[in-house]
């Protein structure tokens, strides 16, 4: 994990590579769990024996959301700014979900800090100086050279 002091020093590391965190195993537990918070029951997700035998992957898959939905975590692993009081997600320039990733299938991700901007403060963020950050974060899978998913996403972080 790199820890950065503040915002300054984190901003200066535009354009490098952030880091890569250990894999995880995505469980069917996970995808069952996630699929009844969202309501996306698809078999190809859910159903493990029909997966095995009418998709096209040979079993089931992981959603490409519930992939994307563990930048937050994973981001976490590989950095950390000591100033930052708060973080909140701001959106995404571009999501592209390249691979399926198999449930038992390992999965880690890579992150790059495209680049970050002065973002001005606001009531809502309690006028707090801070930084739009855009971080490219790529989601591998173990023993896959086609990553699983390819994201541009957008972190607002205060001071």
Request: overall charge negative.
């Amino acid at each position: 994990m790199k820890i950065f002091a503040n915002l300054t020093e984190f901003s200066s590391q535009a354009g490098q590579l952030l880091g890569e965190t250990d894999y995880i195993t995505i469980t069917q537990k996970m995808v069952d769990l996630f699929a009844q918070a969202t309501g996306d029951d698809q078999w190809i997700h859910t159903n493990p024996d029909r997966a095995s035998k009418e998709s096209p992957y040979g079993q089931a898959i992981a959603h490409g959301f519930l992939t994307l939905s563990l930048a937050p975590k994973l981001m976490a692993e590989i950095y950390r700014i000591e100033s930052v009081r708060m973080g909140v997600n701001y959106g995404a320039n571009k999501i592209r979900f390249t691979n399926a990733v198999p449930v038992g299938g390992r999965l880690r991700m890579k992150a790059w800090l495209h680049h970050a901007e002065e973002q001005n403060s606001n009531e809502n963020a309690g006028n707090r100086s801070g930084i739009r950050a855009i971080i490219e974060c790529v989601f591998e899978v173990e023993h896959q050279e086609k990553p699983a998913c390819i994201a541009e996403l957008i972190t607002l972080l205060y001071e």
